[in-house]
């Protein structure tokens, strides 16, 4: 499926699911719940969430809100290893099976988080 087309086959809703069931195993989370200590889920749910809509041909909220989105630079405070990397990937697949989406929206999404996940690795090991 074309990278412009998700948003128009699963819409708010599919993204909201998705990124819903990720976030609710943040706080759970041995390797990523460290680095949200006293920030606002909720608003970090809602920027993923509007990131991800705006990438995959939805509406322009994250523009609007947050400007460009220089994912790298924005996740430089926060230390990205490889593990760190693999937790995020693995949260991810988690809220996949719970979200159920259609498989070519799925599988387009994955790859977009496979990549970006690794390209935002930013200490070694
Ligand atoms: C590789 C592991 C990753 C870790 C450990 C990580 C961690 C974080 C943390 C701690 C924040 C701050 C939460 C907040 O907004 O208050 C954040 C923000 C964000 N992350 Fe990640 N992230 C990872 C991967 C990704 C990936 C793969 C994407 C894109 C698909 C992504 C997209 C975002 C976005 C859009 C924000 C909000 C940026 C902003 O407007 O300030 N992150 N991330």
Redesign the pocket.
């Known amino acids: 499926m074309e990278e412009y087309n998700v948003y128009s086959v699963i819409g708010e809703e599919g993204f909201e699911r998705l990124v819903a069931a990720f976030y609710r195993q943040i706080p759970g989370d041995d390797v ?1 719940a460290p ?2 200590a006293g ?2 889920l909720a ?2 749910e809602q ?2 969430r509007d ?2 809509v705006v990438r995959f041909g939805g509406p322009p909220r ?1 523009l609007d809100q ?1 400007g460009h ?1 220089r ?1 790298r630079m ?2 430089m405070p ?1 230390a ?1 290893d490889q593990k ?2 693999d ?3 693995s949260l991810m697949s988690a809220a996949f099976e719970e979200a159920k989406l259609p498989p070519g929206a799925e599988s387009t999404l994955r790859a ?2 496979e990549s ?2 690794s390209f ?2 930013n200490k070694a090991e």
């Open positions: 990523l680095m949200y920030r606002d608003a970090a920027r993923l990131f991800l994250y947050r989105p994912l924005r996740h926060f990205i760190a990397r937790r995020w990937l977009f988080f970006t996940a935002l690795i």
